[in-house]
């Protein structure tokens, strides 16, 4: 190999892992190799010295506003991203953007992420600060950490695969939308709280993601003094003064009690009723064989998340730690995905052989020689759905086997042949005194081959159909039902009263609202929850309820701010268009500006911050209270301070 490559891969265990396989795929060894800046070491790969493996943690390059006092503003440039109480990662970031820097000098650059528009626009930010050409930047694509997986990406790099535009541009407006209107609305309400007695440092940290989603939280949370729900019926209505109503009901007993029919009676017509001569016969039998296909989807990441859920496991600790760990040591394909199909260009059978060698009980034969094609996704789209790709050691914690055994039986069960039953359908005939009185359908089923039902987390069941033939009598049986009608009078005033009670809205549950509603990404949905729970707008692990500082931002953004739904909505559009045309970039991006500019327009600043900091009087010196923000918490604090130190904490 003459020429040098320097391969940027997204995160440190998939850097390791691209030059395992590549060191193989090579027949050469890899190395580990430090650098070392400012006192923090960075790690890195070489292979045979001829491939450098830099990987990242997550946006080293991102967008950030120009420096600025004046708000709205919208100019913005690309550079090292840098966080606010994050002095060690910030660091860390500049560390690894001067080593690809040094490196990419004389080397060809690779960029080597999942594909998403995640990883293309992670690409195309560090393509863009390392001063090359994000259009013509060789690109290494894979859903898998596995051999097969990433020397197929590298191929395909050298074989002229480049960054997908059109999924950069997408993502690139996205991060564009998020950044004009977290900063411009945080901006906006810090002022008004500034103006009306809050401390100079008090900030908010809000965006298009974390308005409509704390405005859903408030409408879950407690009410109190509810307006009681009074029902009156002036008009007073007597029900009835008829006597009882009898009914005889009729049955087949077969294997179980079939219901026929109703017989309306008087008392002294019961016991004629019972003493006619009552036969039932088989009249008819009819046999069907039937394929019963299951449902051919595997999880995405709120499916997995919502199953997990079920069975004990919290859904943020098994998407941030559980299913990237799962991810990151092959035991699954790229568990952050919208989809529930598989690729195109995997050899499954092989891989069930292999799982089959551990899992003694799963049986190759039961699976389909040919996926249907309503299964695969083409390359070209997003991710596929998350599949198994080896077995786990038993060694791992609970949490973590469960998981991965809930990935694999949905994967298996989408693949697996179709159950094959044979469904017996009877006619019974039923006779009083020699009449035909009516007639009742009872199906049975016998399976013949589970197939999908094997491997299925569910419970199935298979009945066995009775020997019997046409003709064959069946018992009947008959019994009596009393339905009495109750004389007496309505008209009463009924008053319900409804306490207030701490209402909390379970995660998973959150999570399904905002993949139905499209509020943030895969990849991103938890951290925005956990975010929120981070800067005190929420509380709670499992089921989370609205802060009081959380309620009061909802309730000034649901009044001042008109940033919902219908913005994500949008903003999902544009993407997909510009997926197809990135050049409309600038145009589309101008719409989120003129949203923004249109906010600061019509909003009363003053007005916004007398209700932001409308906090009741002080309980020690009865000045009124104000917002304040110390150390990353929310207060309500005394307007009187410092020779009045009332202080609460609400966040």
């Not at 046999?287 to 919290?314: A, C, F, M, S």
């Not at 083409?378 to 086997?401: C, F, M, N, Q, W």
């Not at 990353?632 to 609400?650: E, T």
């Amino acid at each position: 190999m003459g020429s040098k490559f320097l391969i940027i891969a997204e995160k440190p265990t998939a850097g390791l892992k691209i030059a395992q396989h590549l060191s193989n795929y090579l027949n050469c060894d890899f190395e580990e190799c430090k650098f070392e800046y400012k006192g923090t070491t960075i790690t890195y790969y070489t292979v045979n010295d001829k491939i450098f493996v830099v990987p990242l943690e997550g946006h080293v390059i991102d967008t950030k506003l120009r420096r600025g006092t004046d708000y709205p503003r919208f100019e913005w440039d690309i550079g090292l991203k840098k966080k606010r109480g994050e002095k060690g990662d910030n660091l860390r970031r500049e560390a690894r953007f001067k080593l690809l820097k040094q490196l990419s000098k004389d080397a060809m650059v690779i960029g080597a992420t999942d594909n998403d528009e995640e990883g293309e626009v992670m690409l195309y930010y560090t393509a863009r600060a390392l001063g090359l050409e994000p259009e013509n930047l060789p690109r290494m694509r894979f859903v898998e950490l596995t051999y097969e997986e990433i020397t197929r990406a590298y191929e395909r790099a050298l074989s002229g695969e480049k960054l997908d535009m059109g999924m950069a541009m997408a993502g690139h407006y996205r991060h564009l939308s998020d950044l004009f209107v977290g900063i411009n609305i945080s901006a906006l309400l810090s002022k008004s709280a500034v103006n009306h007695g809050s401390n100079q440092q008090i900030m908010f940290h809000l965006g298009r993601v974390k308005i409509p989603l704390l405005r859903k939280l408030k409408q879950e949370r407690t009410s109190i003094m509810k307006e009681p729900e009074i029902r009156g019926d002036k008009e007073a209505k007597k029900e009835s003064d008829s006597e009882p109503e009898y009914v005889v009901k009729v049955y087949i007993d077969f294997y179980g009690l079939h219901f026929v029919d109703e017989i309306k009676a008087e008392p002294d017509e019961i016991p004629e009723i019972f003493s006619s001569e009552w036969k039932a016969k088989v009249a008819e039998i009819k046999e069907e064989k039937e394929d019963v296909e299951p449902i051919r989807e595997v999880y995405n990441t709120n499916g997995i998340l919502e199953e997990v859920k079920k069975h004990g496991i919290n859904p943020i600790k098994a998407q941030n730690e559980i299913l990237e760990y799962l991810y990151q040591n092959e035991y699954i394909s790229y568990p952050r995905t919208p989809s529930t199909k598989l690729p195109r260009h995997i050899d499954f059978k092989k891989r069930i052989e292999e799982m089959s060698r551990q899992i003694n009980w799963i049986d190759p034969n039961d699976f389909l020689e040919k996926i249907p094609d309503e299964l695969l996704v083409e390359e070209t789209e997003k991710h596929a759905g998350i599949y198994p790709i080896r077995v786990p050691p038993s060694t791992l914690p609970p949490d973590y086997l469960i998981t991965w055994e809930l990935i694999a039986r949905k994967f298996f069960t989408a693949i697996a042949k179709p159950a094959k039953r044979k469904r017996t359908i009877l006619t019974i005939k039923v006779y009083r005194d020699g009449l035909e009185f009516g007639e009742v359908e009872t199906e049975f089923w016998e399976y013949s081959y589970l197939g999908w039902m094997k491997y299925d987390k569910e419970f199935h069941s298979s009945e066995f159909t009775p020997e019997i033939k046409v003709g064959e009598e069946v018992k009947v049986k008959l019994s009596i039902v009393t339905r009495e009608l109750y004389g007496g009078y309505t008209g009463n005033l009924s008053i319900r009263k409804d306490i207030g009670e701490i209402k909390r809205m379970d995660i998973g549950e959150l999570l399904k609202w905002m993949e139905r509603v499209k509020l943030g990404t895969e990849a991103t949905r938890v951290e925005h929850i956990a975010e929120l729970r981070k800067h005190g707008y929420i509380e709670g692990e499992d089921k989370v309820a609205i802060t009081t500082v959380g309620q009061k931002i909802a309730e000034i953004c649901e009044r001042y701010v008109p940033i919902d739904l219908k913005d994500t909505r949008e903003m999902y559009e544009h993407m997909n268009i510009l997926k197809h045309h990135p050049e409309l970039i600038a145009k589309i991006t101008e719409m989120v500006k003129e949203k923004v500019v249109k906010i600061y327009e019509n909003v009363d600043v003053d007005e916004m911050g007398r209700e932001l900091n409308n906090l009741g009087n002080c309980p020690n010196c009865g000045k009124q209270c104000k917002l304040v923000y110390f150390n990353g918490r929310y207060f309500i604090g005394c307007s009187g301070y410092p020779d009045c130190k009332f202080l609460l904490s609400i966040s």
